[in-house]
């Protein structure tokens, strides 16, 4: 008699079985997979960096490989502030994606008039449930995603991930 095999899932090994690869919902940050892992690179390095034209001086976020607004290649990394004002938010309390706690805040934050970028939809973490107010200050942060295999030439590499949200200016 034929031995029956388990079914097995086949994810992510190194994210713990809770959740499989094809529902992750974090970027894949090499160089072999990315053209703006430098971004994640600045991460690391505790920088939030984005592109500028070096043609028309033109800002955008998230980063690019050419400027939306005329089109260049030439662009340099530079670097966005890490403080902002809340301006509206959303929470979720139950039923977040896949990889998400509750509650999943999204902000919609502004950075002053005078900032390089204006405006960003980030999430807001080490916040608990209620406790987030209009006009709150927020900081930015960085945290570690887990790490993820792909293959690169017949060989197995480890991504190692980090990602970027704010959290409230503790008073
Ligand atoms: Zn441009």
Redesign the pocket.
């Given at each position: 008699m034929a031995e029956l095999k388990t079914a097995q899932i086949v994810g992510t090994p190194a994210l713990d079985g809770k959740y499989i690869a094809e529902m992750d919902q974090w970027p894949l940050e090499c160089p072999e997979f990315n053209r703006n892992y430098v971004f994640y690179d600045n991460l690391r390095a505790g920088r939030f960096t984005t592109t500028k034209?070096k043609?028309?001086g033109?800002i955008a976020f998230p980063p690019g490989v050419i400027?939306p607004?005329?089109w260049?290649e030439d662009l340099e990394w530079v670097d966005l502030p890490k403080r902002a004002k809340v301006v509206a938010f959303t929470e979720t309390l139950a039923g977040a994606p896949a990889g998400f706690d509750c509650p999943l805040i999204i902000a919609w934050l502004n950075f002053g008039k005078d900032a390089p970028l204006r405006h960003l939809l980030a999430r807001i973490i080490n916040c608990p449930e209620g406790k987030l107010k209009e006009g709150d200050e927020v900081q930015f942060v960085v945290f570690e995603v887990p790490a993820h295999p792909i293959d690169v030439k017949k060989e197995t590499k480890i991504c190692e991930r980090v990602f970027y949200a704010f959290e409230p200016v503790k008073k």
């Open positions: 034209c043609k028309c033109h400027c607004a005329c260049s």
